[in-house]
């Protein structure tokens, strides 16, 4: 109940973060245009706890104090196809962490912690409020969890993987303040393989060239996802979120 009381918290603040009477916006090119950020860094703080088994292990990492200190591998990238009002976008990305944990009534332990996620959607605006553009959008969402705890001076005490999918809906403003600036906002809830899942992010977008702009902002992203019981049951549940800054390319 908590996580949907929060969903629709975080689903209106979207809706509500542009107040604009309703309005047309400008002629739109028939062509396809692209967009393709591979220069893409999301800061994780990850405050949660993975369970494998009997064995639970917390998750609680701060990107400025531990995600660096404890961080293995990260790649994100972000593409989007846009044709007059419809939108299709991808993303996928990769994060190792190492860090070390306490398990519950156990000793400390090393963690070889990977996520992998992608999602795959589409959008289409439907109206504009001044000069913010309305998009519901709709997809699909694949999350991959590895997780391998060795106790200190001990042999591995579990070793794991876990994927599902979920499917979401939900809406993106993008409010131009002008030629070069936009405020990108998008709240999204999901289920399907997770009990429950929701999604927000916050974006200031600078466009520096026809072909190019930079970004900075935040996201959260909780996940609710449980399966299988006794030895086999494998639960996740985590509230990622920290600082997004990348780079943008257009054709």
Do not use: C
């Not at 660096?68 to 939108?87: C, Q, S």
């Not at 070889?112 to 109206?127: C, L, N, P, R, V």
């Not at 600036?181 to 200031?204: E, H, K, P, Y």
Request: overall charge negative; glycine content about 10%; proline content about 4%.
């Amino acid at each position: 109940m908590k996580s949907l009381q929060m969903a629709g918290v975080v689903i209106l603040s979207v809706l509500l973060s542009s107040s604009q009477g309703l309005g047309a916006r400008g002629q739109q090119s028939d062509d396809w245009q692209f967009k393709l950020a591979p220069l893409f860094l999301w800061g994780m703080n990850i405050d949660g706890t993975s369970t494998i088994g009997p064995v639970s292990a917390p998750l609680d990492l701060d990107f400025k104090d531990d995600i660096f200190e404890n961080l293995g591998a990260v790649f994100t990238v972000h593409f989007e196809a846009k044709k007059n009002d419809l939108t299709l976008f991808a993303e996928y990305q990769y994060v190792q962490l190492e860090p070390s944990a306490n398990i519950t009534n156990g000793p400390t332990v090393d963690v070889d912690f990977t996520i992998q996620s992608a999602e795959f959607g589409t959008g289409y605006k439907i109206t504009s409020w001044g000069i913010t553009d309305v998009e519901p959008i709709i997809g699909v969402r694949w999350a991959y969890q590895d997780l391998e705890a060795t106790p200190q001076g001990g042999p591995q005490l579990v070793d794991s993987n876990e994927n599902w999918w979920d499917f979401f809906g939900g809406v993106r403003l993008s409010t131009h303040f002008n030629d070069k600036w936009t405020l990108i906002s998008r709240g999204d809830i999901g289920a399907g393989n997770s009990d429950f899942v929701w999604n927000l992010s916050f974006l200031i977008d600078y466009k520096f060239k026809d072909w190019g702009s930079a970004f900075v902002g935040y996201r959260w992203m909780d996940y609710d996802y449980n399966s299988g019981t006794g030895k086999n049951r494998y639960a996740y549940d985590a509230l990622q979120q920290g600082p997004l800054a990348g780079i943008a390319f257009y054709w």
